[in-house]
């Protein structure tokens, strides 16, 4: 399912993590728990990978994150914003020391031209750090931009991590 590419970041990341003994929190939306899944593919997994929150809906991502009504009702699901407040909420729900958030539009449907398909929005908390955000614009179908947001989150894990 996963490129060697993306098991080969995935294994970084695990070892960067155990190297500076973090923990990670995964809340994702429109990768629908594949960030997690990438991530424990590696066997071993389980000493670095705390838990994954999916968060497919705006009911979701406050239940279960925190994320004020407010800020998705001002901003949408797929802001800045959201992704922070995702990924801080992955941290105070959790005994991770990491949490990393993905929120997005896969398509092919739900595009506006505000925030059309392919646009990402992730962020990465970690505790004692500020938190850091980026947005992407991926090219492709609904299992490309997914995949694509994969990459990208381990990517800025390991950044974070290391």
Same mark, same amino acid.
């Given at each position: %399912? ?11 990341? /695990? ?7 973090? $923990? ?32 497919? #809906? ?5 239940? %279960? ?6 800020? /998705? ?73 997914? %995949?694509?947001?994969? #990459?990208?989150?381990?990517? %800025?894990?390991? $950044?974070?991590?290391?």
């Amino acid at each position: %399912m996963f490129t060697d590419q993306q098991l080969a970041l995935a294994e970084a990341v /695990l070892d960067a993590c155990r190297q500076a003994g973090l $923990r990670i929190a995964v809340a994702e939306s429109c990768t629908g728990g594949l960030v997690a899944g990438c991530l424990t593919s590696i066997s071993g997994s389980s000493d670095v990978v705390e838990r994954g929150f999916v968060t497919y #809906t705006n009911e979701a991502k406050a239940e %279960m994150l925190g994320v004020p009504e407010t800020l /998705l009702a001002r901003h949408g699901a797929v802001s800045e914003p959201v992704a922070r407040a995702m990924a801080e909420g992955a941290l105070a729900n959790s005994p991770a020391d990491l949490g990393i958030a993905v929120t997005g539009v896969a398509g092919p449907t739900g595009g506006t031209a505000e925030k059309p398909v392919g646009l990402v929005h992730f962020a990465c908390a970690r505790k004692g750090a500020e938190t850091l955000s980026e947005h992407h614009r991926f090219d492709g179908g609904r299992d490309s931009v997914r %995949m694509q947001s994969v #990459t990208a989150a381990l990517a %800025m894990v390991k $950044r974070l991590a290391g």
